[in-house]
């Protein structure tokens, strides 16, 4: 199954993979964790998509583009695979139909005013990249992750004013995605304001019925 995952920041684009991953066994492809990892690792890619990420801004389509076209090629994605994260933008999208085809797009969506909630209480661990919530998925001790006994930090972007302009950015940019998709046939559309288990049980029949 190849699977899109399409939602404003926060929707739960990360949550609702993990779940696909151990339901569906197949590589969740998170653009935003490929270039994380790159900023971690201080490469000279990382760091100009640091630039952008920190802004609120899309990191350029030719950079992301190489990136996904890199991952898609690994053994691992031949039977499948959930992108988390990308497309962003329509160069994005064509880009990719010239990669590979793709069964569904699913998109998540939630209000604005609960997804601010849920960043600012985002919490990623530093090592193994497990992500927490302090509201809806607190760890078991403060600040440490209960897989890795990492440290939890909260992303750069996850402050308030970038918050705000990582919406701007995705309205304008990649909402018409929805559209673009819709026009093809592939979209499923599943409300993301409930729990994480109660949105994949909602999301989960719909993609059955693809296999
Ligand atoms: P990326 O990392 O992809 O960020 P995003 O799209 O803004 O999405 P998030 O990771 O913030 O949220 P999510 O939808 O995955 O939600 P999550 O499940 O974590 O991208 C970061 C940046 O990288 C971009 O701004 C851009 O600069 C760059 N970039 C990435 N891809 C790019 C591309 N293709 N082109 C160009 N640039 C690109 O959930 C959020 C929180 O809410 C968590 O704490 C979670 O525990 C909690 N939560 C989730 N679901 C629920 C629920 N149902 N109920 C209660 N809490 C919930």
Request: hydrophobic share 35%; charged share 25%; aromatic share 6%.
């Amino acid at each position: 199954m190849k699977i899109i995952l399409l939602g404003a920041p926060g929707a739960g684009k990360g949550s609702q993979a993990k779940l696909m991953v151990d339901t569906y066994q197949i590589p969740q492809i998170s653009t935003g964790d490929l270039l994380r990892t790159a900023k971690a690792a201080g490469t000279p890619l990382g760091l100009e998509a640091q630039r952008y990420m920190d802004a609120g801004l899309l990191v350029p389509d030719e950079v992301v583009i190489g990136l996904v076209r890199e991952r898609l090629a690994q053994p691992d994605c031949q039977g499948g695979f959930i992108l988390d994260g990308f497309p962003r933008t329509l160069p994005q999208a064509e880009a990719l139909a010239r990669i590979t085809d793709i069964d569904r797009v699913l998109s998540i969506e939630v209000a604005p005013e609960v997804i601010i909630g849920r960043l600012t209480s985002r919490r990623s661990c530093q090592k193994c990249g497990q992500v927490y919530n302090l509201v809806s998925y607190p760890p078991r001790t403060a600040g440490v992750c209960d897989s890795c006994g990492g440290e939890l930090y909260l992303r750069d972007d996850d402050r308030e004013e970038t918050i705000r302009k990582r919406f701007e950015t995705y309205e304008a940019q990649t909402r018409p995605l929805i559209q673009h998709y819709r026009d093809q046939g592939l979209l499923l559309t599943v409300q993301g304001g409930d729990t994480v288990e109660e949105t994949f049980s909602r999301a989960r029949p719909l993609l059955d019925a693809c296999r």
